[in-house]
């Protein structure tokens, strides 16, 4: 329509062209003269709205990734009954909370539960292990003093090459 427009062409011959009313090829020629080829692209990608953000996403994978013994919950692993009821989000099938998991990489199915640290500083050190991976990727803003380029090693024995 933007084409046919520069090219001379009247509002009435371009619609009839187009298959569209004037008023929509006036309604594209005005977007066009106010935001340029931005408005070419449009913001409306169809299909519903994310329901949760990304701070509600993080927090989500944080407790699917934890054992629900850390929450005072008599059980060693979750269910998708039992993470959603825990949750207490609004309005979230359990196929929903499927999918958001699955998105997220969370299979939160395979915690191993049987293996524990022994050492009293673990989940202080835990803690900043996943502060450090949210840095990595993206997620939290370092702080001041906080790394802002962080690398990870794994040291396995002759196998590390």
Same mark, same amino acid.
């Given at each position: +329509?933007?084409l !046919?427009s520069?090219q001379g +062409? ?7 062209l187009?298959f569209? $009313? ?6 594209v020629?005005h977007?066009?003269n106010?935001d340029?080829?931005?408005s &070419? *692209?449009p913001k409306y990608?169809? =299909?519903? &709205?994310?329901?949760? @953000?990304?701070p509600q996403? @993080? ?5 699917a990734?934890?054992?629900?013994a =850390?929450?005072? &919950?008599?059980? $060693?692993r !979750?269910s998708? @009954?039992? #993470?959603?009821?825990? #949750?207490?989000v609004?309005d979230? $099938?359990h %196929?929903? #909370? ?7 990489m969370?299979?939160f199915?395979a915690i191993k539960?049987w293996?524990g640290s022994r050492?009293?500083?673990?989940a202080a050190?835990?803690a900043?292990i %996943?502060?450090l *991976?949210?840095?990595?990727d993206?997620q @939290?803003i370092?702080?001041?003093?906080e790394? $802002?380029v962080?690398f990870?090693v794994?040291e396995?024995g002759p &196998?590390?090459?």
């Amino acid at each position: +329509m933007v084409l !046919w427009s520069a090219q001379g +062409m009247t509002v009435q011959k371009t619609a009839e062209l187009a298959f569209t $009313s004037e008023d929509r090829v006036r309604d594209v020629i005005h977007n066009f003269n106010a935001d340029g080829f931005g408005s &070419l *692209y449009p913001k409306y990608k169809g =299909g519903r &709205l994310p329901k949760f @953000v990304l701070p509600q996403r @993080v927090e989500i994978r944080k407790i699917a990734k934890s054992q629900p013994a =850390g929450h005072g &919950l008599p059980f $060693s692993r !979750w269910s998708l @009954v039992k #993470l959603a009821g825990f #949750l207490v989000v609004e309005d979230i $099938s359990h %196929e929903g #909370l499927r999918e958001l998991l699955r998105a997220e990489m969370v299979a939160f199915q395979a915690i191993k539960t049987w293996k524990g640290s022994r050492d009293p500083d673990y989940a202080a050190k835990k803690a900043r292990i %996943e502060h450090l *991976y949210a840095i990595a990727d993206g997620q @939290v803003i370092p702080d001041d003093g906080e790394p $802002s380029v962080i690398f990870c090693v794994d040291e396995f024995g002759p &196998l590390n090459l």
